[in-house]
């Protein structure tokens, strides 16, 4: 170990022990200390990062208005600004959202954000263990309890996700995927295929390339970022004509992105992004008299229509991509009649 190596090592850190009889141990623990958020956050997908940094914003307004002046990009990267905080001020946030009227689930996953880097923050020794045993004592709302709550108070969405899906029906489903015959139409039934017939996620569509396809095999082979996971799903009949009729229209590469983005007068270049495929299944929507609708709205409909069709649950959340049987059983239960079995004659 060089005289350089120990001079890292700060006394806050090490006290009391003098920095020339430092054992390798502790500093290893130092340096483990210092690049605990580095090391966490590299780990979180791009749709987990941005989300903890709109918590983050939140609960750096939140700060402001208690008299603790801190940003989100310095709660989110400079983890020694999180130096102060206590289970009261974790307590003050639960109140000011409510205040605010955001959602209950919002509330929770905010919650948990703050949490996770008040843990980090003891681990890099910001915050003491004492502290981050209170903080920890502070917990979010149960289901029934968020109900409760939510009957005494206003509530008004204001995080991006919607309270529930909107509802798709079948003979919907079918005119969504009746789009013009142009260019741009043949790109947006391909669209709308990937979502009402295979249940993609919006971030899954804006990846898929020309070499996700075996056109031979009638496949498409694509990554879930979200579970880390690669499939294949076999093309339905809609999709297959979509593609094809789609492939018609534009030249593209085995590298090039699958769906080309929009461009005025209709023409098709580039590729389409998660903001820019959102935008226009909601555009698409209000076409035929549906308010609001999602990208992720469609997945719902497809794990929905699967479900009343007679799909086993397994074989849902294997084709869907779940890590757990969670949702594909909250569909099926959602699509049951309770009283099916009851007789009363």
Not at 241 to 259: C, H, M, N
Request: glycine share 8%.
């Amino acid at each position: 170990m060089t005289s350089s190596d120990l001079s890292m090592v700060t006394p806050a850190v090490i006290l009391p022990y003098d920095t020339t009889a430092v054992s390798i141990g502790e500093i290893a623990n130092y340096h483990a200390a210092k690049h605990a958020l580095n090391d966490y956050q590299k780990r979180l997908s791009p749709n987990t990062q941005r989300r903890q940094r709109d918590d983050l914003a939140v609960f750096a307004r939140y700060l402001t208005a208690a008299g603790l002046t801190v940003t989100a990009d310095q709660l989110h990267d400079d983890i020694a600004s999180w130096a102060g905080i206590t289970h009261g001020l974790l307590s003050g946030f639960l109140r000011y959202q409510l205040q605010e009227g955001y959602a209950i689930g919002s509330i929770n996953v905010r919650l948990a954000t703050v949490k996770r880097y008040c843990a980090i923050a003891a681990q890099s020794h910001i915050i003491d263990a004492a502290a981050l045993a209170l903080i920890k004592t502070i917990q979010g709302f149960r289901h029934r309890d968020g109900r409760n709550v939510d009957q005494g108070r206003e509530v008004r969405r204001v995080g991006r996700k919607k309270t529930e899906p909107v509802t798709i029906s079948k003979e919907q489903a079918a005119l969504l995927k009746e789009q013009p015959d142009t260019a741009q139409g043949r790109r947006d039934t391909l669209l709308l295929c990937l979502l009402l017939d295979h249940g993609l996620r919006c971030g899954e569509i804006a990846a898929l390339t020309v070499a996700n396809l075996n056109l031979n095999e009638e496949t498409l082979t694509f990554y879930r970022e979200k579970v880390d996971k690669v499939q294949t799903h076999q093309l339905t009949k809609d999709t297959r004509v979509a593609i094809r009729k789609y492939l018609e229209v534009v030249t593209l590469q085995p590298g090039d992105s699958l769906l080309r983005g929009s461009r005025k007068g209709g023409e098709l270049q580039g590729r389409m992004s998660e903001r820019a495929i959102t935008a226009r299944v909601n555009v698409l929507g209000e076409r035929i008299g549906i308010s609001g609708l999602s990208a992720h709205d469609g997945r719902h409909a497809w794990a929905t229509f699967a479900i009343k069709a007679g799909t086993d649950v397994k074989a849902l959340q294997d084709a869907g991509g779940w890590k757990s049987p969670v949702m594909p059983l909250r569909y099926a239960n959602s699509g049951k009649i309770a009283n099916a079995g009851v007789k009363l004659d």
